[in-house]
């Protein structure tokens, strides 16, 4: 199985100030086609997850263009240029490789 | 509307059998593979299953192999998850979601199964 690891598991953010999570993997999520099958979720709390971004760096419909996803291979990273307070939650990457499609511990993203 | 709409989710006993279900909306189901996402509580988010667009392929986590099985009806707009066997670790929140680009675009609100005593 291939195992996702996130930092920090925990990111107290000033409104305003950058932050960034990253997502290290197991394996590669390079596929043969050129994309990295790396997914990243938003989890606000009592809700369902929502996708920010598909194929490591593609942000899904309707989702803030502060938000970007770089990374290649193993190593991958979510950024967001400027934290509003919408965006506290739990944070995962995904990937959707192989089966079992596997998913980062999480990372809580809280307004100081 | 995009809308995945999960039912079935109760209080079951260990050792029981739920049936759960999700009905879908505002896109081309049979287009689709679909997955069960869940969400034991206070955790994190664990992948159970998956389907493609005719059924013909289905994959599992390990840990319920051989006690839970994911099916479709396109005609329908549905996805199912039937579960035997139950025990107190498959407590959890279950969302059914939408595969867009190896991604889960679309997710429902989720249903809780609760297995205990």
């Known amino acids: 199985d291939i195992v996702m690891t996130q930092s920090p598991l925990s990111l107290p953010v000033t409104p305003g100030e950058p932050a960034s999570i990253s997502c290290r993997c197991s394996?590669?999520?390079?596929?043969?086609?050129?994309?990295?099958?790396l997914a990243w979720y938003l989890q606000r709390p009592g809700q369902s997850p929502q996708l920010l971004i598909y194929?490591?760096?593609n942000r899904a419909s309707g989702v803030p263009d502060r938000f970007s996803g770089s990374g290649s291979g193993t190593d991958f990273t979510l950024k967001i240029s400027r934290v509003e307070a919408e965006d506290v939650g739990f944070y995962y990457c995904?990937?959707?490789?192989?089966?079992?499609?596997?998913f980062g511990q999480g990372t809580r993203l809280e307004i100081k | 509307e995009v809308q995945l709409v999960e039912s079935g989710g109760g209080l079951v006993q260990p050792g029981g059998s739920l049936r759960l279900s999700c009905a879908a909306s505002?896109?081309?189901?049979?287009?689709?593979?679909m997955s069960w996402v869940r969400q034991a509580p206070g955790k994190g988010l664990e992948w159970v299953a998956n389907?493609?667009?005719?059924?013909?392929?289905?994959y599992y986590v390990d840990s319920v192999k051989g006690r839970f099985t994911i099916s479709r009806d396109n005609a329908k707009n549905s996805l199912y998850l039937h579960m035997n066997s139950l025990r107190p670790e498959d407590t959890a929140v279950y969302h059914c979601?939408?595969?867009?680009?190896?991604?889960?675009?679309?997710w429902g609100q989720g249903t809780m199964v609760t297995v205990s005593s």
């Open positions: 194929l490591g760096s």
């Open positions: 505002g896109f081309t189901f049979s287009s689709n593979w």
């Open positions: 394996q590669s999520l390079l596929h043969r086609n050129g994309y990295n099958y």
């Open positions: 389907i493609n667009q005719d059924g013909s392929e289905k």
């Open positions: 995904m990937q959707g490789l192989q089966s079992p499609i596997t």
């Open positions: 979601a939408k595969t867009s680009s190896a991604a889960f675009d679309i």
